[in-house]
T-cell receptor, first 114, second 115 residues
Framework: AQSVTQLGSHVSVSEGALVLLRCNYSSSVPPYLFWYVQYPNQGLQLLLKYTTGATLVKGINGFEAEFKKSETSFHLTKPSAHMSDAAEYFCAVSEAGGYNKLIFGAGTRLAVHP | DAGVTQSPTHLIKTRGQQVTLRCSPKSGHDTVSWYQQALGQGPQFIFQYYEEEERQRGNFPDRFSGHQFPNYSSELNVNALLLGDSALYLC??????????????FGEGSRLTVL
């Protein structure tokens, strides 16, 4: 069975500081990995994804993540936080191939302070 | 081009009642997935519909049922509501080929409160 663990339910950074949101996954088959963002009272929006190929993937709004198979991790980073980055971030995993569902982590709420 | 639309946005029910939530997928999409997001939790997969059939189901009881119509829109029905059913219910649309490659488009959800 697949699972996702997001370390830290709340992360607080200063504007301009590095953002690091941690995600570890468990999967017995090659995974597809995703980060979604949820702003208040909105649905989820895909930030970036890893399916195959390059392990460092870039997404929208300056975010990027690196798939590290040996560490079963897919941490999300952004060099410089903006106030507008404050939101809930979800890491998700699915099985490569087929039409399988996404399994989401519990989420990390990012607060950005001036 | 309208995205994924869900209705109602908010509703309040009492224990034992039944509820129907509706979803219109993004234009061109043929697959609808439903997720339950309890407060402070990540979305949990309920089921997925394609070609008017339930293709996959998560770990939810039979009180949760659904339907997909020929125009690809979908309904989620929950019978015999429990307090624990209080959550944000999210509909996600995609092409079938985009289901597990993250190409899901989410609606803003229907927030259900069970008293």
């Amino acid at each position: 069975a697949q699972s996702v663990t997001q370390l830290g339910s709340h992360v607080s950074v200063s504007e301009g500081a590095l953002v690091l949101l941690r995600c570890n996954y468990s999967s017995s088959v090659p995974p597809y990995l995703f980060w979604y963002v949820q702003y208040p009272n909105q649905g989820l929006q895909l930030l970036l994804k890893y399916t195959t190929g390059a392990t460092l993937v870039k997404g929208i709004n300056g975010f990027e993540a690196e798939f590290k198979k040996s560490e079963t991790s897919f941490h999300l980073t952004k060099p410089s936080a903006h106030m507008s980055d404050a939101a809930e971030y979800f890491c998700a995993v699915s099985e490569a191939g087929g039409y399988n569902k996404l399994i989401f982590g519990a989420g990390t709420r990012l607060a950005v302070h001036p | 081009d309208a995205g994924v639309t869900q209705s109602p946005t908010h509703l309040i029910k009492t224990r034992g009642q039944q509820v129907t939530l509706r979803c219109s997928p993004k234009s061109g999409h043929d697959t609808v997935s439903w997720y339950q997001q309890a407060l402070g939790q990540g979305p949990q997969f309920i089921f997925q519909y394609y070609e008017e059939e339930e293709r996959q189901r998560g770990n939810f009881p039979d009180r949760f049922s659904g339907h997909q119509f020929p125009n690809y829109s979908s309904e989620l029905n929950v019978n015999a509501l429990l307090l624990g059913d209080s959550a944000l219910y999210l509909c996600a649309s995609s092409l079938l080929t985009g289901v597990n490659t993250g190409e899901l488009f989410f609606g803003e959800g229907s927030r259900l409160t069970v008293l």
